[in-house]
């Protein structure tokens, strides 16, 4: 029988970044963590809050943080979340919050970006129906900007923060979004050249007038795939098994090395995972 899982160390990953862990043992411990979590009852509303509470208390971040307690209410009471699917439950909100947190911290986001961020990792999927975006590409992502518009309204939230949080969302789509982000990130960060051709979606425009908001989305998409395949073998089979049975239909290693070389081969705020990714890429 397994030992049960220690409570809550907010001195530990994910919570914190610790350099004298190594990737492997950081995994370790977002895995307990995650199992940690998913014993609470409310589990959305009191992740939210507890990430909350180490953001500023200025007029925008009290505005995100208000909105999202009454989203995060909403979705443990199953209002735009359903905890019959088998990934995208409440237990996937939980973890990304949670991923985003470590990746906000590790790459160095400003208090008011990782206030972003934290609402976007709670938004990014709501609503989900257990399908996927094919034949109508951003299908999933603007439903989850439309159920959390009210809320936005509701706080009277900066209509600049809006247009970030709504690139932000929409950058989790892998095929063309999330591209589209990195390419306007390493344009602003890491000299790159000027991305090609138009935007795929008005909403990108923001990338190109504010560096920050490219950085958020980019932070967002990978936070979004670490509880997936950022951790160990053994959490990402289990991951992946799940979506197998919410999709319908099986998914084997060559899923898996696919979407590790989609998502990941390009790795930039998220680079600290890349030997656990090297590691279940090489076991797949």
Partial sequence: MAEPDPPLALD???????????????????????????????????????????LPEDASASAL?????????????????????????RQHFC???????????????????RAELLFAALIHDFGHD??????????????????AAPYLAAVQIDERIARRLAAAVLATEISVGLPRARAWYRRHFLDGGQPAGAEPVPEFEVFSREPAAARIAVALAEADA?????????HADLQQERLAREWGRPLG???????????????????????????IRNET
């Fill in 12 to 54: 530990r990953p994910p919570f914190v970044v610790d350099g004298q862990l190594s990737p492997a043992q950081t995994a370790q411990a977002f895995e307990a963590c995650f199992r940690t979590v998913s014993a609470w009852p409310d589990r959305v509303s009191d992740c939210h809050a507890l990430l909350a509470a180490m």
């Fill in 65 to 89: 943080r208000e909105a999202g307690a009454k989203i995060a209410a909403d979705m443990d009471r199953g209002l735009g979340s359903d905890d019959t699917l088998p990934y995208h439950n």
């Fill in 95 to 113: 973890e990304v919050m949670l991923s985003a947190h470590f990746v906000g911290l590790l790459s160095g986001l400003g208090q008011g970006e």
């Fill in 130 to 147: 257990g399908g996927t975006n094919e034949g109508c590409p951003f299908r999933l992502e603007r439903r989850a900007l439309d159920l």
């Fill in 226 to 234: 670490i509880g997936s395949v950022g951790l160990s073998r053994a």
């Fill in 253 to 279: 290693p060559s899923d898996k090395r696919h979407y590790l070389d989609r998502m990941f081969g390009e790795f930039l705020l998220a680079r600290y995972f890349a030997p656990n990714l090297e590691a």
